[in-house]
């Protein structure tokens, strides 16, 4: 069996591996789609990244390729359609990364609820002019109401840890629906919530989910949250509600033209920003190059786990 890894993942889980199998790493970050058309020919499998596009031309370059282990929960990245299409099974890691994305969301909001980020940065600047009883006032959480929108696995356990701090959760589901919280339609999750988390994929239905009549049904005082997709939020329409302060921030960890940002929300001090980081934990690292691997040995003795095409 030969497998391609695309990406340099942490190694000490690929040791558990039948040691028969050709295993084949990048020398540095990542193979460059160059270098993925000349050795996919030779493999059987490859276990791709989230963030790098397996597109038809990739899929194609893959004469022997049976299955795409996705390292990730999303896989936007893979034309999956087309997978399907060549009889190419598509799977990827949803487990792994529940918790430390849940951790991940209620660190933005917190962030963003008592403006930790802003403070900081105006702090090694103003300095001693900072302070004040009435200066650099935030929000609490106890008693608000945060609506969650995709209550799935990352929605319910970011509702778990919500509830800790005495937060009224809703949620907004286009399917399933979770008995221990109040479900409700997405006009009114967005009237009534104080805060709102997303944890829905990106679909053709989800695109611009949050545009600007979404924008425009949020308290003033509100803050969103997004650890999903990018591109589930129209960038630009955000930016300009976060300009007008016609809701009061948001804390953002995805974007749409990833890894580039749009130029009006660098400006901006009422939005937190970061790189991308929902599993970017040592231990959740390990964990979801462990249970792409476990996709491959599944898939490989007839009883795949976490197919998705």
Known sequence: MKLLVTYNIPRAPFQELPSDWEI??????????????????????????FHAPVDKEIINAGKKLKLISNYGVGYNNIDIQYAREKGISVTNTPQAVNTPTAELTMTLLLSAARRVAECNL???????????????????????TLGIIGMGNIGKNVARRAEAFGMKIIYYNDRTEVPAYHRTDLNTLLKESDFISLHTPLTPLTHH?????????????????????????????????????QIAGAALDVFEDEPHIAEALYLLD??????????ATID?????????????KNFLKGTPTNIVN
Do not use: C, Y
């Not at 009422?270 to 599993?279: A, D, M, S, W």
């Not at 959740?284 to 491959?296: G, H, K, Y």
């Open 122 to 144: 105006r702090l090694r600047k103003e300095k001693e002019s900072m302070w004040g009883t009435m200066q650099n006032l935030g929000f609490g959480l106890e008693g608000k």
């Open 284 to 296: 959740a690292r390990i964990a979801m190059a462990r249970e792409a691997l476990d996709n491959i």
């Open 209 to 245: 989910l949050i545009g600007p009549e979404e924008l425009a049904l949020m308290k003033n005082t509100a803050i969103l949250v997004n650890t999903a997709r990018g591109s589930v939020v129209d960038e630009k329409a955000l930016a300009e509600a976060l300009k007008n302060k």
């Open 270 to 279: 009422n939005v937190v920003l970061t790189p991308h980081i929902g599993t």
């Open 24 to 49: 084949t790493f990048p020398e540095g970050e990542a193979f460059s789609k160059a270098e993925l058309l000349r050795l996919l020919p030779d493999h059987d499998i490859l276990l791709s990244i």
